[in-house]
């Protein structure tokens, strides 16, 4: 991603403008024209285009691919996630062979991604999908049912795999609607699918929302967003105002928590016990040393 983080002395100034700046109501936000709209889509599809970066799921966008895809990403980074789709598409190029694997082997394939229910949610959904529909289905209501397809995977998978315009919404298109509004708080989940079901075209939703997105993740970056280098800067409220290092508001991370454990070591004849975890597994079901929580005042 461009962009790096800030020093603590930038954090002070940042908290300081953030104070400075007056809040504005999110009940009377922009109102677009017909023509900003276009231009909007003008911009950001002939920027898509050509500056978009060469990701694996985007050269064959069939359902399946794009689901793996955006299972992988949530909660991951792209560079994190590529080797991880490659090595799953390899192993399971398509639903069916999904829907067939043993869910051990799917867990394996996942180990070191993290989010484990997502990787059991694709391959309950993968057996959902052929038993119930034989295919991939197409219908928005139907992807949206299966297990572990919220609002923003299913409007993934219509547009980018069905070219259907269908809205998406994460952290990156909130961002990037945020500042174009130059909203700095108040607003509802609501708004933004509201806004992009509005600026959606009929015609290449597909790239038009993986454009906003790649905005959002190469060029509306959290931290000092490059705005020189944006194609919608002439219609950004944001930058208009000079708030743009200001909003969205960081949101402040919980603390890690660490959990003390005990593990026992066998060994006999050169061989050491293992046993299925559950609880304190990385992965729930895969092996390793017997363990139990350390609790305060044991020995
Ligand atoms: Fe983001 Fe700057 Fe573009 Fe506005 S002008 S959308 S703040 S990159």
Known sequence: MIGGGIGSSDNSIMRESRQLVPLLNIDSPHTWSAMEVRKLRQNLLRWYRRYRRPLPWRDTPTP???????????????????????????????????????????MELWSGLGYYS????????????????????????????????????AGAICSLAFNQAQPVVDGNVRRVITRLEGIRS????????????????????SDFNQAVMELGAMVCVPSHPLCSRCPVEGLCEARRLGIQEAIPAVRTRRAAQQT???????????RILLTSLQKLAIVPGQWGLPCSRFLHGES
Request: net charge neutral.
């Open 64 to 106: 399946y691919r794009v689901w793996i895809s955006e299972i992988m990403l949530q909660q991951t980074q792209a560079k994190t996630a590529i080797p991880y789709y490659s090595r799953f598409l390899e192993r399971f190029p398509d639903v069916e062979s999904l829907a067939g694997a043993l869910e051990h082997d799917v």
């Open 118 to 153: 997502r990787a059991r949610n694709l391959h309950r959904a993968a057996k959902l999908i052929i038993e119930k529909y034989g295919e991939f289905p197409r219908d928005f209501p139907e992807i949206l049912a299966l297990p572990g397809i919220g609002r923003y995977t």
């Open 186 to 205: 108040g607003a509802r989940e609501a708004f933004f699918w509201d806004r992009m079901s509005a600026w959606i075209p009929e015609k290449q939703p």
């Open 260 to 270: 003390p454990v005990v593990l026992l070591i066998l060994e006999a004849k050169n």
